[in-house]
């Protein structure tokens, strides 16, 4: 007699995971009052994003990709996932910012971790700014050299630590910033910093994220608009911010190029980016040069926002980036709530994103966004 085989489908009894080993650093989070949670906002004023020149908000992107391209890369760029829209967008990028090559990334973070992790050695010394993004220190500690940051935009500091630790024939040493900081707004001292460089023989990593796009007559960045691209090591240009797509490139020599196609590894183990996402990428420096009113009703934005009296500490900056300083986790978010409630989309940053006393409100200025708007925000502020 032979067994009769069961091909009903089993049932399973859902039981709990045991995942309470996640408990300790979630509580600490609420208790702290500084949980993050995802939510979706839609029907308010955006005061929020990155999209600086509303180039995602418009939609201006959709037409050019949404058909002609794949969606799907099929592998890495060193297997089956290079193209030749890939390799005309970098050549493209290359150019616009008077560079020798450019290699795309797939996102800022992918980028920065990709040169900081690959081209500093060991025995070699990265000195960064104190107020470097995230990807930039992720970077830095999967780097084998030792690090030592800096005050913030210090220039005494910095040259103390260069000359505490000298490049040598055995040692190299860098330096990582940014133009614009994401959470300040303020503009690094580029000048200053490569002449130190020069000084000293540091080579500049610089990340362009928060310029590109914003900065310079044809929003190139900061960098170029001072006229110092051929004295920067590295750029890291992101787009997911001004040029309203996704993505990152570094730019820099061939020799560099070369190179992290060898040896960045946030480069070589990813599946490469998708031909419509590079069409898209090049759509948008085909785009953003123009945009020459949109960066002027920035300017005007920023300009009325410097001048406006607030019954909180307000950061100086110039650019789309503007920091209104409420302290306490608590107080912040409460603000925010009230602004949300009128119907503004206006995000708190909280501790430990920022320093304890240093939380925020993080107030985006958007080239679509109106004088009135702006009034109405100073108003419920005051």
Do not use: W
Not at 161 to 180: M, S
Not at 195 to 210: K, Q, V
Not at 226 to 232: D, I, K, P, R, S
């Amino acid at each position: 007699m032979s067994a009769e085989f069961n091909c009903q489908k089993p049932i399973f009894l859902r039981m709990p995971y045991f995942d309470s080993f996640l408990d300790k650093k979630i509580n600490e989070r609420i208790s702290g009052n500084f949980l993050r949670c995802l939510s979706v906002k839609n029907g308010l004023i955006d005061f929020c994003s990155n999209d600086y020149l509303g180039i995602a908000t418009n939609k201006l992107l959709q037409e050019d990709v949404s058909k002609q391209y794949n969606h799907g890369a099929k592998g890495s760029r060193s297997l089956a996932g290079n193209s030749q829209i890939a390799e005309e967008t970098e050549a493209m990028i290359a150019a616009f910012h008077q560079s020798d090559a450019a290699l795309i990334f797939n996102s800022g973070y992918n980028a920065n971790t990709g040169i900081l992790s690959s081209v500093p050695q060991r025995g070699d010394i990265i000195l960064y700014d104190s107020l470097a993004h995230a990807s930039i220190r992720d970077g830095i500690r999967l780097s084998q050299a030792q690090s030592f940051s800096f005050m913030h935009n210090n220039m005494p500091d910095l040259e103390a630590k260069l000359r505490q630790f000298p490049a040598t024939k055995e040692r190299n040493v860098f330096i990582a910033t940014e133009t614009v900081f994401s959470m300040d707004g303020d503009f690094a001292p580029v000048a200053s910093i490569v002449n130190l460089c020069s000084e000293y023989g540091a080579h500049l990593i610089i990340d362009e994220a928060h310029a590109i796009g914003v900065i310079g007559d044809n929003g190139e960045g900061l960098v170029q608009k001072l006229g110092l691209h051929e004295q920067v090591f590295a750029r890291i240009y992101t787009y997911g911010k001004g040029p309203g797509c996704h993505g990152a490139a570094i730019v820099g020599s061939n020799k560099l190029r070369s190179y992290l196609i060898n040896f960045a590894r946030s480069f070589i183990f990813t599946t490469a980016l998708p031909e419509s996402v590079i069409r898209a990428i090049a759509t948008s420096y085909a785009i953003f040069p123009g945009m020459k009113k949109e960066r002027e009703q920035l300017k005007k934005l920023i300009d009325f926002f410097q001048v406006q009296a607030l019954p909180f500490k307000k950061l100086y900056s110039m650019t789309p980036v503007q920091g209104v300083i409420i302290p306490g986790n608590t107080e912040v978010k409460h603000v925010a709530s009230k602004l949300e409630m009128d119907g503004f989309d206006i995000r708190p940053i909280l501790y430990p994103s920022v320093p304890k006393g240093k939380e925020r409100l993080r107030i985006s200025l958007h080239s679509f966004n109106t004088e009135s708007q702006l009034e109405k925000v100073l108003q419920l502020l005051n």
